[in-house]
């Protein structure tokens, strides 16, 4: 369904299970990014009526994820660290050229938050079901369909604003991109790393 090259290394929850503030820490972070992300796209593309309206709902269900993520540190007696280097997501961006028209700057942020949803989506899907502490498991399984439902309106809009065609192949060879970053990683606690 999520249609990337190439899953996830299973060791990675090996690191996870090591560390499991640090993949809290890393989390949280995720969901304040995307949350900003959302509101950098109604800042950025406020003419497109539908998407705005998506975004101011996405705004408030990733801050809300944010806080749930947040409770879960408090919960556990730890703090809220500080944000890390997501080098899965410099690495990715280094796929779409800088420039073009406006419609062509839309497309690729919306491919690009599409992808960070369905490897979301893909490393939820892994922590409910290979995580040893079953209350975070069960977590992980209730945020799994919230990254699926977001990885495919991102495509949808990308899908509906840009030529149907060269979006999917962009979409194609986006997903091989991501695959030969993905080979050098998943040695990290961290949702993507």
Known sequence: MLGLKLPTDPRWINIVEKNIEEILTDHAFCEQKAASTAISLIVSFPEYTDLVQEMVKLVKE??????????????RGWILGRERKDEYVNQLLRFFPKGGSRTDQLVNRLLYAALIEARSCERFRLLSEELTDKELAEFYRSLMVSEANHYTMFLGFARQYGDRTQVDQKWQDLLHFEAEIMKNLSKKETIHG
Not at 62 to 75: A, G, L, P, R, T
């Open 62 to 75: 990733e801050i809300s994820h944010f806080k749930m993520v947040h409770d879960k540190i408090i919960e």
